[in-house]
């Protein structure tokens, strides 16, 4: 089974930075192609919306409310994605979840695997 884990998350004021990190981790002897990955974020009393998403070819779609501020990124080779966020302000507090699409090798569907999240807190 693979599984995400999120790291990076923390307390900055605003106007700082933070870069986050997912992590994935596959069975050993398994193989599996990592497609579509993300970055959601879930703020207390509110949905989870996306934030921002990339391809396995490296497109890239953002939320309009973090355009010019975050930037998503991926390793294929550590299978890990990143999301550096700039200029932060205190309505990206939130709790940020790293998602993947995933096909294993051996079966022709693909998976939605989820993390546990990482809290961001952004306040003076």
């Known amino acids: 089974q693979v599984q995400l884990v999120e790291s990076g998350g923390g307390l900055v004021q605003p106007g700082g930075s933070l870069r986050l990190s997912c992590a994935a981790s596959?069975?050993?002897?398994?193989?599996?192609?990592?497609?579509?990955m993300g970055w959601y974020r879930q703020a207390p009393g509110k949905q989870r919306e996306l934030v921002a998403a990339?391809?396995?070819?490296?497109?890239?779609n953002y939320a309009e409310s973090v355009k010019g501020r975050f930037i998503i990124s991926r390793d294929n080779a550590k299978i890990t994605m990143y999301l550096q966020m700039d200029s932060l302000k205190p309505v990206d507090t939130a709790v940020y979840y790293c998602?993947?699409?995933?096909?294993?090798?051996?079966?022709?569907?693909?998976?939605?695997?989820w993390g546990q999240g990482t809290l961001v807190t952004v306040s003076s």
């Open positions: 998602n993947a699409v995933v096909m294993p090798s051996t079966e022709f569907r693909y998976l939605e695997v």
């Open positions: 990339i391809t396995s070819g490296g497109h890239t």
């Open positions: 596959i069975p050993s002897g398994t193989i599996f192609s990592f497609n579509t």
